[in-house]
């Protein structure tokens, strides 16, 4: 069925740039269409090297910083990369992409939102495009205009490591919210700093079976193993059929094409055993020509390797099933070369090459960059990555996020109260961050600017009235309210698939040990996903979810004082094997399905 219901009326062409496009097809060898079809991280080529083989994109993945790893290092790393291209024979500019997945956020001092699931308990599509605004901003100000965000996963499974890069369980609000966020990163007009967005990861995702990941999964993250990594369910099957494929997880697509979204990254999971890198019935046939969509398809990170033990099958399978822009990323001209040999030998047709070539230069065209005049470095300035303006916009994000799990009265708090504080992630940028931060699994401790809950709790009660000690080992003196945060430890992707989600046998401890020195308890989760909190949920007063709050992770007390007018509420069901959350509790749970946005 070929229906063009979904293709977006924004972003068009005018006539003069189309012939453009067609001008500097015709005008292209093949080397050079397979070059533009070529994405090849950072460090594995040089400008020269850029402009040598006509490449279309140079990405940075999670950790691909520049020099000293700030705006001004960055700019002038993207900036010598784009300048490689503008010598290629036709002086077409690279497209540089990076996981700007929570703002900017390889990038020191740049203003750090919260992850995905926390976005999804504030409802707030109005929120969430403003921060996909500031987030294009920073983003633009360091060179790169195309990020790979926002990831329109739908997690049915909390166990799985990437379920807080996912907005909610329901796909209601993960569409109302992932096409606010396209429309923040892209902008009213394309051109002028707008930045492009990638819908990810085409389809299905979070609908993985817990095991299923084993054969599948990345060669080369054999090292995590040595700290006890799952990749258990990252990357692995999707077992559903396909109206719940297409009622559950293609809907925050659809909506995605609608808004005009740029591109869109395939999975690296399978679905009912086939990979989707290589799966041209969901690639081509229901993304491109039912649903219409115009811009170009990015594989993942070494997906296409997955696909077969033989490089050269793999290449053939993944662009002929759709793949529009191969994240090669390191050994590029293996790949030009295999895919030059491919049509060669008729395996791959021109037509393919041309058609994804197209994609490419048109959507580089919308984004003005084929326009020699349109200068967007010129108009922007480092000075906005991190400014007073976004980290106000963070830390309103934050407050709405938190979510009241249970509340014995405790809540909210009222200024003239001497508070005993414990807990690591109280006083942990690092941890109120989580993964894709600065490094590609985030880091602990002050890794870039940030204000932490500690600072906030001391901000609104005044220094002598919070005393804080991370263990608690110090305190002896009783306290009116003690507040506690117990939290996960940053991780990435499959790294943070878990099997046991009950908190740690030390937080715990802390949890109890702080009960016996307050008259009452709020304990603080921050974390990626609902954990399993039996063991403590008796020692509570309060219980209050923080997901992972950012570098404005002060926030998080104006929710604490109630300055929130409309708090958040669970993006996924806080339930885990025999835990949910309602019994035994006074104050009720918002539900999943209470309300879409
Ligand atoms: C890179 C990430 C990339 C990952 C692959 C890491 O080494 O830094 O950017 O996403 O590998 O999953
Ligand atoms: C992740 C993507 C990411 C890419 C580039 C992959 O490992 O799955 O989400 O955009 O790396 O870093």
């Known amino acids: 069925m070929t229906s063009t219901k979904h293709r977006s009326q924004r972003y068009q062409l005018s006539e003069a740039r189309q012939a453009e496009v067609e001008r500097l097809l015709a005008a292209m060898t093949r080397r050079e269409k397979i070059g533009q079809m070529t994405q090849v991280e950072y460090g594995s080529i040089t400008p020269d090297q850029v402009a040598e083989w006509a490449i279309g994109s140079v990405l940075s993945g999670g950790g691909g910083n520049h020099g000293d790893g700030s705006a001004s290092a960055w700019r002038d790393g993207v900036s010598a990369f784009v300048a490689g291209s503008h010598r ?8 540089y992409g990076t996981d700007a997945v929570h703002g900017h956020s390889n990038v020191l001092g740049a203003t750090i939102f919260p992850h995905n699931i926390g976005l999804g308990a504030t409802r707030d599509p109005d929120l969430v495009r403003a921060i996909g605004r500031a987030s294009a901003l920073e983003t633009a100000a360091t060179g790169a205009r195309w990020s790979f965000a926002p990831c329109l996963a739908v997690p049915q499974d909390p166990r799985w490591g990437r379920t807080y890069e996912g907005f909610s369980e329901d796909p209601r609000v993960v569409t109302a919210l992932g096409r606010a966020a396209i429309e923040g990163w892209q902008g009213d007009q394309l051109e002028r700093a707008g930045v492009l967005a990638c819908a990810k990861h085409y389809v299905g995702e979070g609908a993985m079976v817990w095991g299923s990941a084993g054969s599948h999964r990345h060669p080369w993250i054999d090292w995590w193993d040595g700290w006890g990594a799952e990749w258990q369910i990252d990357q692995g099957d999707i077992a559903i059929d396909e109206y719940t494929l297409r009622s559950r997880h293609l809907p925050p697509f659809i909506a995605a094409i609608d808004a005009g979204v740029a591109t869109v990254m395939a999975c690296y999971a399978s679905w009912q055993g086939q990979r989707i890198h290589a799966h041209r019935y969901l690639l081509s046939d229901v993304l491109k020509d039912e649903l219409g969509f115009a811009g170009f398809v990015v594989s993942d990170w070494m997906g296409l390797e997955q696909v077969d033990a033989d490089y050269t099958t793999a290449v ?6 759709g793949v529009d822009m191969v994240m090669v990323p390191f050994d590029f001209r293996r790949f030009i070369a295999t895919v030059d040999d491919l049509v060669d030998q008729g395996r791959l047709t021109q037509l393919r090459i041309d058609d994804a070539t197209r994609r490419i230069l048109t959507t580089k065209a919308r984004l003005g960059l084929l ?4 200068d967007v470095e010129a108009a922007t300035s480092v000075d906005v990555v991190g400014c007073a303006e976004h980290r106000a916009l963070a830390r309103r994000a934050a407050a709405a996020s938190a979510v009241v799990l249970t509340n014995n009265g405790v809540l909210p708090l009222v200024s003239e109260t001497a508070v005993l504080a414990a807990g690591q992630a109280l006083d942990d940028v690092g941890i109120s961050c989580g993964g894709w931060t600065i490094e590609w699994a985030g880091g602990q401790g002050p890794i870039t600017e940030g204000r932490t809950i500690l600072d906030g709790l001391r901000a609104v009660l005044g220094a002598n009235a919070v005393t804080y000690s991370r263990g608690a080992t110090e305190q002896t003196e009783r306290r009116a309210v ?14 943070g698939d878990r099997a046991d989600l009950r908190l740690p046998e030390d937080q715990v401890a802390l949890v109890r040990h702080v009960r016996r020195h307050v008259d009452r308890l709020v304990v603080l989760v921050v974390s990626g996903r609902p954990l399993v909190l039996d ?6 007063d309060a219980i209050v979810a923080c997901w992972l709050p950012g570098s404005q992770a002060d926030g998080i007390v104006d929710a604490l004082f109630g300055a929130v007018a409309d708090p958040g509420q669970l993006p996924i069901r806080w339930k885990h094997e025999s835990t949910t959350w309602s019994v035994g509790h ?12």
């Open 88 to 95: 290629s024979r036709l002086g077409v500019p690279i497209l």
């Open 316 to 321: 053939e399978r993944v662009i002929n099933a």
């Open 371 to 374: 326009d020699p005049r349109n």
């Open 482 to 495: 003690g507040i506690v945060a117990v939290h996960e430890l940053p991780y990435v992707e499959g790294g």
């Open 535 to 540: 063991a403590i949920a008796g020692d509570a």
């Open 586 to 597: 006074n104050v009720p749970v918002a539900t999943h399905t209470a309300e879409v946005c």
